[in-house]
């Protein structure tokens, strides 16, 4: 059984949004039928047979968290503030926190900049440079895809001969659901020890069709494309729903933004969206949070603080290159706040 918790109003069209997320009909199969279970408080649980969309993602999403209840009229809320779905249904992560087993508490990334400009020889310089300044992960910006001045497989060469034993690093595969999957094996053959994708942009099952062809490596699950969905205060979802949901279709990385940071969450969503990709979900592995927004050396610490735990890593954007030393300069800053932080808890 499939559960959908909605804030829903007015009161009373649970049962409308049930019957066409489901039968579209009162007379239709009573087998497929939605049910609401519970709705009060401006709350409504509506439980679905599994067998109706099955791990189809294009289908949850386009039913579940962008379906009926936001297109009909007489309906002025629908927002997805949880979604329960059967163990097993969906793989979820291949790696999870294992990624970057070798930290304990909050590894140090890096996001390739400028955005676009740099050739593949200028990317690498800055991949060498951040793992000499101790970063263990490296991503693609989002908007980074295979540009005539960048192509992705000189890009991919370039950054794998700075890289070094355990650091991940995740071209942005974004691009024709075609030949996705090829995308992602070639650049694994070329030297890529993870990959990007951006998944609500590209479609949520594309992370599924990456997680379940075995690609080796883990994937950065962007949620580039999201925003439209969960900064709407009345339809959409929530962050944490998606994050969750991204985790059971195999997201190995997911980010939750940052407390007091530049993004859009507050501070009790970005504790929300960490919460969904640490707490159990049957025999569904975690993912690694990835912070990001308005991230440098001086407020790392803090962030992993008051995250707590571990399976996180804390990219750094345009305030590490602006550091006095460099890039170097600015991740090495970064992982000796986070250590000396670490340290004076133990």
Request: aromatic share 4%; hydrophobic share 45%; net charge negative.
């Amino acid at each position: 059984m499939i559960r959908a918790t909605y804030e829903i109003e007015p009161a009373g069209a649970a049962d409308t949004v049930a019957i066409r997320a489901s039968i579209g009909m009162e007379d239709g199969p009573d087998w497929a039928r939605g049910r609401v279970v519970a709705e009060h408080d401006g709350r409504a649980v509506i439980e679905f047979p599994d067998d109706n969309w099955g791990d189809n993602v294009a289908l949850l999403m386009s039913t579940l968290v962008s379906g009926e209840g936001s297109e009909i009229g007489t309906i002025t809320r629908c927002r997805l503030v949880d979604l329960d779905l059967p163990d097993g249904l969906l793989p979820g992560p291949a790696f999870g926190p294992a990624a970057q087993a070798q930290q304990t508490r909050a590894g140090i990334g890096v996001i390739v900049k400028p955005s676009l400009g740099l050739t593949p020889v200028e990317v690498g310089e800055v991949a060498r440079s951040a793992v000499a300044g101790g970063a263990v992960f490296i991503k693609d910006d989002e908007i980074l895809g295979d540009p005539p001045w960048c192509p992705l497989d000189e890009r991919v060469r370039s950054v794998a001969k700075a890289l070094e034993p355990g650091v991940v690093y995740c071209p942005n595969i974004t691009g024709s659901s075609v030949t996705l999957v090829e995308r992602a094996r070639r650049v694994v053959d070329l030297g890529a020890t993870g990959v990007l994708v951006n998944a609500f942009a590209q479609g949520l099952d594309a992370v599924v069709a990456l997680r379940r062809a075995e690609i080796g490596v883990p994937i950065l699950a962007h949620r580039a494309g999201s925003g439209a969905l969960t900064r709407g205060e009345r339809f959409g979802a929530s962050g944490a729903v998606l994050a969750r949901f991204a985790r059971q279709c195999g997201a190995d990385y997911w980010i939750v933004g940052a407390f007091g940071g530049s993004l859009f969450e507050t501070d009790e969503a970005v504790r929300a969206t960490l919460d969904a990709l640490r707490e159990p979900s049957g025999n569904i592995r975690p993912a690694i949070a990835a912070f990001g927004g308005g991230l440098g050396p001086a407020n790392v610490a803090a962030q992993a603080s008051q995250a707590g735990g571990s399976g996180m890593v804390m990219l750094l954007g345009s305030q590490a290159y602006g550091h006095p030393d460099g890039i170097e300069g600015g991740v090495r800053a970064a992982v000796e706040a986070v250590a000396a932080m670490s340290e004076g808890e133990q």
